[in-house]
């Protein structure tokens, strides 16, 4: 979970640790207190176009931030924005900095935003398994914000919107041996007590009850019982008459199945399988936290993929819980098993809007790396539209591949109603075809395969779990 606090401040006080924050220096010189030496060393420092610039007196530093100035809707400047405070967040960490002001001094209050944002998020650590993790922990826990354009409750639900992504992150991030299904389902169980979301949580039995035969097919080589979570925020002045509901896949663990993955640089990371369910998890936290007034259903089907027992072999003909047939012709194609019996549940509620979540594909990262989320599907251009903007806005773009009627062909099957593999093109896209046989709802497929889970630093995205997916989500609700 994310430790740091935040809060509004009117007045700066004197001699503490600040940030001033401007486009240009000349706004940072009429609104600060400095001497002649710093005067000219803060005017040299920006003609070599310093962005960060560091005045240390000793018992507490000033660091002057500037901010390139672009448009004013421009989700460019947002990005600029949140990677300079991720930036300042690793200063600030490295002189063991407890508390930090943030001032800011003419730049538009959506940017001042987001550099508190690209901080929060910076500052997150996943330190758990650590011997002593006190020797490790940043040591930066607040951060104070004199801004008059941000109000006290935009402060509170980007707290609470940041709480979400780092709560993605730590699901992610947590070993199998300490989160199988069964604890995936109590961990959203525990969010919806904290939220005040409602949690129910089918078990194995009434998964079979429920005839969803994709997850129980799955399931079949682990020795771990699966589960099917359903989390439900309904609050009274909900605008939507028919609930959008989300999907997130679940697969905690993925080995392949019998259709083995190879141990290096694959199934090392496979604890991430699960990134989808836990961004639905953590957007319906946001969602309830900060009292969205709409109807927001979440389903994860959740099971670890393996290739003990009397696991599943490429052959079986699966029937799944719409009706339909599957012939398997490969175990580690598996999410989809899962997710369209989720989706074919989905049905019951007629939805206004289905969004599924899925690191489904190596597919998806060979077509656009770790950058962006492929998405396709099928709903009406305003709604792709807005999500799309509200991916740009928080930086995590979204590309859009068709679902032409041709790649069907790729998917049929000799003894079944489809298989579950395509041919050796277009996999991100046969993937979907697969998910779309099992929709009657307008529905958007994210494929969050690349951007989920990745092993380099990427500035406030962190390292390993990124939580990709919630703040879009969150965008694209509180935009409705």
């Keep these: 979970m994310m430790s740091t606090k935040i809060k509004k401040i009117s007045a700066v ?10 486009y240009d220096i000349n706004d940072i010189l009429k609104n600060g207190d400095f001497n002649p030496k710093e005067t000219i060393f803060l005017k040299n420092e920006a003609k070599e176009e310093k962005s960060m610039i560091t005045i240390n007196r000793f018992t507490y530093q000033i660091i002057v931030q500037l901010l390139k100035k672009g448009k004013k ?36 209050a959506t940017e001042s935003l987001a550099y508190v944002e690209g901080m929060l998020l910076g500052n997150y650590q996943f330190l758990k398994y650590k011997k002593d993790p006190k020797k490790e922990t940043n040591t930066l826990q607040s951060i104070l914000l004199s801004d008059a354009g941000v109000k006290t409750t935009e402060l509170t639900e980007l707290t609470h919107a940041t709480e979400a992504v780092c ?22 169980k525990k969010l919806g007590k904290e939220a005040g979301f409602k949690v129910e949580i089918f078990n194995k039995a009434r998964i079979k009850k429920e005839k969803m035969g ?36 679940g697969v905690v663990y993925d080995t392949g199945g019998l259709s083995l993955k190879p141990t290096p640089n694959s199934m090392d990371s496979m604890k991430c399988d699960m990134a989808g369910g836990a961004a639905v998890g953590a957007a319906m936290y946001a969602i309830a936290k900060n009292k969205l007034p709409l109807h927001v259903i979440a389903l994860v089907p959740a099971t670890d993929n393996r290739p003990g027992g009397n696991a599943y072999v490429p052959g079986d003909v699966i029937k799944m819980h719409s009706g339909l047939t ?13 997710l369209a019996d989720a989706l074919s549940y989905a049905k019951k509620y007629k ?18 790396g770790t950058i ?17 903007n509200s991916a740009n806005e ?21 003894i079944a109603d489809m298989k579950n593999i395509g041919g050796p093109y277009g996999g991100a896209i046969t993937a979907g075809k697969f998910l779309q046989r099992y929709i009657d709802y307008p529905w958007m497929h994210f494929d969050i395969a690349g951007p989920a889970y990745i092993k380099s630093n990427d500035s406030y995205r962190g390292r390993n779990g990124t939580g990709t997916g919630v703040r879009m989500l969150y965008h694209f609700f509180k935009s409705l």
């Excluded at 004197?14 to 924050?21: C, D, F, I, P």
């Excluded at 398997?328 to 989809?336: F, I, P, S, T, V």
């Design 13 to 22: 006080p004197a001699n503490k640790n600040v940030v001033m924050l401007a």
């Design 73 to 108: 809707e421009s989700y460019f400047g947002l990005e600029k924005a949140r990677r300079a405070g991720d930036s300042a967040c690793g200063a600030f960490n490295r002189l063991k900095i407890k508390e930090i002001i943030i001032q800011n001094t003419g730049i538009i």
């Design 167 to 188: 709560i993605a992150r730590d699901l992610v991030n947590e070993p199998v041996n300490n989160l199988n299904a069964i604890d995936l389902a109590n961990a959203f």
């Design 214 to 249: 994709g997850l129980l097919a799955v399931n079949m080589g682990s020795i771990d019982h699966p589960t099917f979570t359903i989390m439900e925020w309904k609050p009274k002045n909900a605008k939507n008459k028919k609930p959008y509901v989300l999907v997130g896949k």
């Design 326 to 338: 599957v012939e398997m012709l490969n175990a580690d194609a598996e999410g989809r098993m899962i």
């Design 351 to 368: 939805p206004e809007l289905v969004m599924d979540f899925a690191t489904l594909t190596g597919a998806a990262v060979a077509a656009i």
């Design 372 to 388: 962006g989320t492929v998405c396709m599907g099928t709903a009406e251009e305003k709604i792709k539209n807005s999500l799309k």
């Design 394 to 414: 928080v930086y995590e773009r979204l590309v859009e591949l068709p679902i032409w009627d041709e790649y069907d062909d790729l998917i049929k099957s000799d």
